[in-house]
């Protein structure tokens, strides 16, 4: 064993030897047993080593100059020194992580939303820690508790509903958070979402305006601010141009998947007089609604219209492609971020509610008749 282990020293001392070397640099005798070290960097930078450790910080930078950085950078680089990211923590009281719980990692909007974020946080050295809610209070509520645990420096929720103990929980801990896609009815932390009501108004005044009477719509949950606030946009559109939407015509779903589309547009097309076109609360609604219309032998657009939202990925590519309105998630995702960076900060007091506007994009299955 104590061979084995000499072996281990032996090998990481002719590593980290051959890898300074081969960055042309000179190395002390009492060095060749450890891995690089921070003093190594600023001793081969000619720099103090609290100065390295600001040169590798992107939040701490700016105090120094480009060359000095770019020096830095580089020396470390080059022997393979990395900055020890938990002792770090234990000095600074940061993790310079930020938890993110969403729903269902497999609904397609979440990956710009996850993009946009990263971007947003990439340059201060912040890493995202993704949790799966998984449509479950209590997994979500696990998964935050276990984030608190980890003492990260902020969390987005994008699982909020309008009465929410999950933001209360975040807010009892004093973890600066953020709503995302939704928020909590109290307006307790700040909330980037898109607009629902008028998207969703734009839908079905689109819908109407190709000639349709016979509207029926699949809601998501009145739960949440997403779900509550489209089918506001529904109703309101509908009202104004005097067109009912009878019970038997509106369909809530508890999570909005494409099992819940296809259950739902399997009872509106058994009516004895079925709806002419379904707006659906989301584009994976749509897909479960249009495979019930195939299973029935329903034609989409000839025999009934069928309308998303979101415009996901694969809304163009389907046939027919879906009519749906378009969001920005990859903006939404940005701004969360960025809200959230000012939260850690401490530059947030004032809660708010910034909305991304939507619209909507036309394509093969809404018809006119």
């Given amino acids: 064993m104590r061979k084995q282990a000499a072996n281990n020293g032996q090998d990481l001392a002719w590593l980290r030897k051959c890898a300074i070397r081969c960055a042309g640099y ?16 600023a001793r081969l930078a000619n720099v103090h080593p609290s100065t390295v450790s600001r040169a590798l910080d992107p939040t701490k930078r700016s105090r120094i100059s480009d060359e000095i950085v770019a020096r830095v950078t580089k020396i470390a680089n080059d022997i393979g020194y990395r900055p020890n990211a938990v002792a770090a923590s234990m000095r600074t009281g940061s993790t310079r992580t930020i938890g993110v719980v969403v729903h269902d990692v497999n609904d397609p909007i979440y990956p710009p939303l996850i993009k946009g974020l ?35 420096d902020g969390i987005v929720l994008a699982t909020t509903v309008l009465d929410d103990p999950l933001v209360e929980k975040c807010l009892a801990a004093k973890i600066p958070t953020v709503s995302m896609v939704r928020y909590p ?59 009912d939407l009878p019970p038997e015509f509106l369909k809530i779903t508890d999570q909005p998947r494409m099992e819940a589309g296809y259950a ?6 058994s009516l004895a007089t079925p709806p002419t076109a379904i707006i ?4 994976v609604v749509a897909m479960g609604a249009m495979r019930a219309c195939r299973e029935l032998g329903v034609s989409c657009p000839e025999d009934v219209s069928i309308t998303g939202f979101n ?18 998630f990859q903006r939404i995702g940005d701004l969360a971020g960025r809200a959230l960076l000012s939260e850690i900060e401490g530059k947030c007091p004032q809660k708010n509610i910034q909305t991304v506007p939507c619209h909507v994009v036309s394509r093969d299955s809404l018809r006119v008749i």
């Fill in 280 to 283: 659906c609360v989301n584009d």
């Fill in 264 to 269: 739902a547009t399997m009872e509106l097309l």
């Fill in 311 to 328: 415009n996901v990925a694969f809304t163009e590519f389907v046939a027919p492609g879906l009519t749906t309105v378009a969001v920005d």
């Fill in 185 to 243: 009815r109290d307006g307790s932390v700040t909330s980037v979402v898109n607009d629902c009501v008028s998207g969703m108004e734009q839908m079905t005044q689109h819908v109407i305006e190709c000639g349709h009477q016979r509207v029926a719509c699949i809601a998501g949950p009145q739960t949440s601010s997403a779900g509550h606030n489209r089918l506001i946009g529904v109703r309101s559109s509908l009202h104004r141009s005097g067109i």
């Fill in 26 to 41: 000179e190395q002390r005798e009492s060095d060749k047993l450890m891995p690089p070290k921070i003093s190594d960097v």
């Fill in 118 to 152: 990263e971007d947003a946080v990439l340059d201060t050295g912040l890493m995202v820690m993704l949790g799966n809610g998984g449509f479950s209070a209590d997994r979500a509520s696990g998964l935050v508790d276990r984030m608190i645990a980890r003492a990260v």
